[in-house]
């Protein structure tokens, strides 16, 4: 047999403490969705926790110890649950009960669950240059796998956690709280007049007084679509009685939206306090102002920012895809990012300290985010940001499953950039100075995130090819699948989908229906994703596309000719799965199995993007076919 045995344990002496750890996983996901009803709020006694306690660990052990026959692995490895809990209590004292033993169960899972696997593979009887590249990809796993529990204690924070060190809610408005002179800059490219007009009026009803807007169109060459604007600014001056509103039209003005906001900066009053950014569509509650600014009294304070959120889509299939695949990252992850320091600007609905915007150098002209860019460079000159869950404004939702795509590669590409520009400024305190809170590990994580899973992806597959190649050449015997295999799949899918219903609720999503066209519209963009963590790797500079917000014109093309590449990965992958189950002979039932569900799984995900270009088509044709009504002319 190729390979050493670790120790003298098996792999199947451990099934059934995998198992355990599997269900009990489970069990906490189930307590964490019944404790945690609503961000920052814990809904049960106190009293209840021992009970909840004792049930979950019978219900986990219920299983295993019907099918062991060395109850003494599985004592031994609930005392270590339970001691890792002990440590977690004393040392992280914010965690709830179902947070304990959620992130308990995962940190000894991270430990057993390779060990388990990397007997598998030894056991398996591969040839010794495959099974040093299996382990090397299970090592490689491990590795991220830590990164990723750890980063994902902060942005699971909202499920975890009943003790919160930073402002979670924001308070209601103060007569006597600390006014600052605030500038809002709203910049526009060829975007409808009736959009930004509608933009300007809910700003013009902000509930505060020392304010004012600059809008700034840049570059847009249709005069029709910008003099509107213009002629509005002068309309809401007079209706307020005093000068708010100031129009800018600059061409040729270079740096797409990160350049019409540095021109911003160079225009605004002298006496600005503190800097707003609101996207040219986005309707804004009247005290947007009122109660966020007050913030700012605290002098390390250098940005705050609030959800991306969205209207109009309850009506569209399509349209309630791409809101409820936004909204769990806002609403869930979001919040708990800014407990631990990470929290990041997102473009609108936010609020930078003047002061600290110039000092960082303004906006970056070369990034694709030019949002969240500028909060690593306030943060690097000793200032923090927040982030609140609260909805303060509302925009559009992309009308097309291009355009859809074309906002997440943005998205993606745009921190892989800043990782590959600011790498200097996430090294170790000794050799970089130090950023609040966890922002270093946070930022990393985010920004290699998609380099990640398609290292993951790429390893697994070739990992799986190989194997299999291997096998049916007869260079190595069939693989026997663990029988425990599949309940630990049952079990896996069951905690995805607790969890996942969990994570849309506690966005203020109830309806399963929506829950599944968030979860299409996700998968929809794993390839577009791979693909943008590549492209930000790349020191050519990408092009800047703006979401287009014109009437959506009626879909000529097929859905699977708009998702020409992630069609082509479904029918690879769908073709591997089937060639798969046709070589069960040679590779084993079991082994044909797990390799076709595996790569079945996956085309499943990438044919999601045809399902939402589909979906977009559907969309398109019913706005179209509306008959647009005849203008009426405006009362005197």
Not at 165 to 179: G, I, K, L
Not at 347 to 364: D, F, K, P
Not at 459 to 485: C, H, K, Q, W
Request: glycine share 8%; charged share 20%; hydrophobic share 50%.
């Amino acid at each position: 047999m190729a390979g050493l045995h670790l120790l003298e344990i098996s792999r199947a002496s451990l099934d059934c403490s995998v198992l355990f750890l599997a269900l009990l996983g489970c069990a906490t996901t189930l307590l964490t969705a019944r404790a945690v009803r609503a961000p920052h709020r814990i809904e049960r006694p106190v009293s209840q926790e021992p009970i909840e306690l004792v049930a979950a660990t019978l219900a986990a052990l219920a299983i295993p110890m019907w099918l062991t026959t060395r109850p003494i692995d599985l004592v031994a490895m609930l005392a270590l649950v339970l001691a890792t809990g002990v440590a977690l209590c004393l040392f992280v004292r914010r965690l709830s009960l179902p947070g304990v033993l959620t992130l308990a169960t995962q940190a000894v899972a991270l430990v057993v669950g390779p060990i388990w696997g990397a007997l598998f593979i030894v056991e398996a009887d591969l040839p010794l240059w495959l099974e040093l590249a299996a382990l090397a990809t299970l090592g490689l796993g491990m590795m991220a796998s830590g990164v990723t529990l750890v980063a994902g204690f902060a942005r699971e924070a909202v499920m975890t956690h009943e003790d919160w060190r930073m402002p979670a809610q924001v308070p209601e408005p103060c007569d006597r709280a600390p006014r600052f002179k605030v500038s809002l800059h709203l910049p526009c490219y060829a975007e409808p007049p009736e959009v930004v007009k509608a933009t300007m009026d809910g700003l013009a009803g902000l509930d505060y007084a020392d304010f004012e807007v600059l809008v700034c169109d840049n570059n847009t060459q249709d005069e029709t679509l910008w003099r509107p604007l213009e002629a509005h600014c002068a309309v809401l001056n007079r209706r307020l009685g005093r000068e708010v509103f100031r129009f800018f039209h600059v061409a040729p003005l270079p740096g797409a939206k990160a350049g019409a906001l540095n021109f911003c900066l160079e225009q605004m009053a002298p006496d600005t306090e503190v800097v707003g950014v609101i996207d040219a569509d986005y309707h804004s509650r009247p005290d947007f102002l009122s109660r966020l600014v007050p913030f700012f009294a605290g002098p390390r304070i250098g940005y705050i920012q609030t959800p991306h959120d969205y209207r109009g889509y309850e009506d569209s299939d399509f349209l309630t895809a791409c809101h409820w695949e936004y909204m769990p990252t806002n609403k869930v992850d979001y919040p708990g990012v800014s407990e631990y320091g990470g929290a990041f600007t997102i473009g609108t609905m936010c609020l930078l300290r003047a002061e600290a915007l110039r000092r960082a150098g303004g906006w970056a002209e070369w990034c694709l985010t030019e949002d969240s860019e500028v909060s690593v460079r306030i943060r690097a000159v000793g200032y923090r940001g927040l982030y609140f869950g609260e909805t303060f404004g509302r925009g559009l939702i992309p009308e097309t499953f291009d355009d859809y795509r074309k906002q997440r590669f943005r998205w993606t590409a745009g921190p892989v950039q800043q990782l590959r520009r600011h790498w200097r400024l996430f090294r170790p305190a000794p050799l970089a100075a130090p950023l609040p809170g966890w922002s270093k590990l946070l930022e990393v994580t985010r920004c290699v995130s998609p380099l990640l899973n398609l290292a993951g992806i790429a390893m697994a597959v070739l990992s799986a090819v190989g194997i299999a190649i291997t096998v049916i050449s007869d260079n190595a015997p069939r693989i026997a699948v663990p029988e425990v295999t599949w309940l630990l799949l049952v079990v896996g899918v069951a905690t995805w989908i607790v969890r996942t219903v969990h994570r849309y609720r506690l966005s203020g999503c109830d309806d399963p229906r929506a829950m599944i066209r968030g979860e299409i519209a996700r998968a929809s963009l794993d390839y577009v994703v791979l693909l943008a963590g590549v492209a930000g790797l790349s020191k050519r500079p990408i092009a800047w596309r703006r979401t287009p917000k014109f009437a959506v014109q009626s879909a000529q093309e097929s859905p699977f000719v708009i998702a020409r590449g992630e069609t082509v990965a479904g029918v690879i992958c769908l073709a591997i799965a089937l060639l798969a189950l046709l070589a069960a002979g040679q590779l084993g039932g079991g082994f044909a199995l797990l390799l076709g569900l595996s790569f079945a799984t996956m085309a499943l995900r990438f044919f999601c993007a045809p399902v939402m270009a589909a979906l977009g088509n559907r969309h398109a044709t019913r706005v179209t076919a509306v008959p647009v009504p005849e203008p009426r002319p405006l009362a005197a």
